[in-house]
């Protein structure tokens, strides 16, 4: 779909989405497969206010040079492109991991070790905010994610299960 079209039909439930965050505004956000930046101009905002940083990280080229474009009038915002498994991002690097909408689209064999590249980034306290698609051709289970996140010792401290939606905020202790 045009990211156009796409950002026009879906900004409002972005909105809802980043809200639903409870960001502070200082935070140091990496927003995993971001995509042409839709929702990445959404948190860049909340955190612009508070001083807070955005990474955008993704390894499509096209998306990557939209949202460069879409975020270069915000100043808090740096991108990464490529695979987290293979960039050499300091642990403890950021308060929170914003995983939309991408997390099925990694190979299955490929998954859990790139959960675990991101939670090597993730500080102590630090929370990821995940929104995955879950029913028909293109998802994956709501138990995988679940599996995936407690393998890797993150605590779940809130979920939605939808009829074809899994929110959830998971923390790493």
Same mark, same amino acid.
């Given at each position: 779909?045009?990211? *156009? #079209?796409?950002?026009? =039909?879906? %900004?409002?439930?972005?909105? /809802?989405?980043?809200?639903?965050?409870? !960001?502070?505004?200082? &935070?140091?956000?990496?927003?995993?497969?971001?995509?042409?930046? *839709? #929702?990445?101009?959404? =948190?860049? %905002?909340?955190?612009?206010? /508070?001083?807070?940083?955005?990474?955008? !990280?993704?390894?499509? &080229?096209?998306?990557?040079?939209?949202?460069?474009?879409?975020?270069?009038?915000?100043?808090?915002?740096?991108?990464?492109?490529?695979?987290?498994?293979?960039?050499?991002?300091?642990?403890?690097?950021?308060?929170?991991?914003?995983?939309?909408?991408?997390?099925?689209?990694?190979?299955?064999?490929?998954?859990?070790?790139?959960?675990?590249?991101?939670?090597?980034?993730?500080?102590?306290?630090?929370?990821?905010?995940?929104?995955?698609?879950?029913?028909?051709?293109?998802?994956?289970?709501?138990?995988?994610?679940?599996?995936?996140?407690?393998?890797?010792?993150?605590?779940?401290?809130?979920?939605?299960?939808?009829?074809?939606?899994?929110?959830?905020?998971?923390?790493?202790?």
């Amino acid at each position: 779909m045009d990211p *156009i #079209l796409k950002g026009l =039909i879906f %900004r409002p439930i972005f909105r /809802g989405f980043v809200d639903r965050l409870g !960001l502070n505004g200082n &935070e140091r956000i990496l927003d995993f497969g971001s995509g042409p930046g *839709i #929702l990445s101009e959404m =948190i860049a %905002r909340k955190l612009e206010k /508070g001083g807070g940083k955005l990474t955008c !990280l993704d390894v499509t &080229e096209q998306w990557f040079t939209i949202a460069k474009k879409r975020l270069r009038k915000f100043q808090n915002v740096e991108f990464v492109f490529g695979d987290v498994r293979e960039k050499a991002i300091p642990e403890n690097s950021f308060d929170g991991i914003v995983i939309h909408y991408v997390l099925h689209d990694i190979d299955k064999d490929a998954r859990a070790p790139t959960v675990s590249a991101l939670i090597k980034t993730l500080s102590n306290g630090g929370k990821i905010f995940i929104r995955e698609p879950i029913r028909g051709g293109h998802s994956m289970p709501a138990e995988e994610i679940r599996s995936l996140m407690k393998g890797n010792m993150l605590v779940e401290s809130k979920s939605k299960l939808g009829r074809s939606i899994f929110m959830a905020t998971y923390t790493k202790v």
